[in-house]
């Protein structure tokens, strides 16, 4: 059973910076992965996804309106672990933080269906993020 390791929540004040991580278990990859928040009451919301071609040494990134141009995602090929660094955090980004992985369109053309919960098979198991005004 495929699982996906995160760290690195916490509470911070607004204008904060937190860096959160996901490493899949047993060696396992994944071309393409993407980091969900999800807020109590709401519904599970993308935040950005991160596809590479390990071959090609390419790479592309999807972010959602809400967080383009404060977070960034990023992944440590050597260590096969994925990153959300948020900046300039903000109270409405409270939330617990999921990494997913394992899509079955991995290599269909970017778009929004990188950022739903539905085209992802494997989840982490959530950290929480506070971010207090």
């Known amino acids: 059973q495929v699982q996906l390791v995160q760290s690195g929540g916490a509470s911070v004040q607004a204008g904060g910076s937190l860096q959160l991580s996901c490493t899949p278990s047993?060696?396992?990859?994944?071309?393409?992965m993407a980091w969900f928040r999800q807020a109590p009451g709401k519904q599970r919301e993308g935040v950005a996804s991160?596809?590479?071609?390990?071959?090609?040494?390419?790479?592309?990134?999807y972010y959602s309106d809400s967080v383009k141009g404060r977070f960034n995602v990023s992944r440590d090929d050597a260590k096969n672990t994925l990153y959300l660094h948020m900046n300039d955090l903000k109270p409405e980004d409270s939330a617990t933080y999921y990494c997913?992985?394992?899509?079955?369109?991995?290599?269909?053309?970017?778009?929004?269906?990188?950022?739903?919960?539905?085209?992802?098979?494997?989840w982490g198991r959530g950290t929480p993020v506070t971010v207090s005004s």
């Open positions: 047993g060696g396992n990859y994944f071309a393409l």
């Open positions: 991160h596809y590479q071609i390990q071959r090609l040494h390419t790479q592309d990134t």
């Open positions: 997913a992985g394992g899509s079955r369109r991995a290599g269909s053309p970017p778009g929004n269906w990188r950022l739903a919960p539905e085209e992802y098979n494997y």
